[in-house]
């Protein structure tokens, strides 16, 4: 077996600071800059190793960064890798994201709407300054990420 490490070209991200919010949400920030709020409640839920985390607010709200920075920790048993963070999507979706999705998923209203299930007025308002509902949020992230793959694919 060698010693060496193979290197991928992919940087593992780096958690420069992180701090709980309400419920089970986390405001990461990596090395490269980027900030998002997380809600990692749902994977707490499907972990049997989290469930002390999950209705344990001061508990939850007691991690730190760890010394590689590449995790939150709670203790010596319990972390959320840098990584994981990372790929959860932010719950923060505004009305820029909202118009740049549409942009790049080359979309009228009217498609929009119809990719969505929603109504033209609805996309009109989206597009404007009316908050976006978690549902629209993640199904506008899906449909750019599936026009992402077939492109790739392509």
Do not use: Q
């Not at 989290?50 to 590689?68: C, G, I, Q, T």
């Not at 909202?98 to 009228?108: S, V």
């Not at 908050?131 to 506008?140: E, F, K, V």
């Amino acid at each position: 077996m060698s010693d060496e490490i193979l290197d991928t070209g992919i940087d593992l991200p780096r958690i420069a600071s992180a701090e709980p919010l309400d419920g089970r949400k986390v405001r990461v920030t990596f090395d490269d800059g980027e900030t998002k709020v997380v809600d990692i409640a749902p994977a707490l839920a499907n972990r049997r190793i989290y469930m002390p985390l999950r209705d344990d607010d001061e508990l939850f709200r007691s991690f730190k960064v760890n010394e590689e920075r590449n995790a939150i920790e709670w203790n010596d048993d319990l972390d959320f890798s840098a990584l994981w963070l990372a790929e959860l999507p932010s719950t923060e979706f505004g009305n820029d994201e909202f118009c740049d999705a549409m942009e790049r998923l080359d979309m009228t209203l009217d498609g929009m709407a119809a990719a969505l299930e929603i109504s033209r007025r609805l996309v009109a308002e989206y597009k404007k300054d009316k908050p976006i509902p978690r549902h629209i949020a993640l199904a506008t992230r899906y449909l750019v990420e599936r026009k992402a793959r077939k492109n790739l694919a392509a």
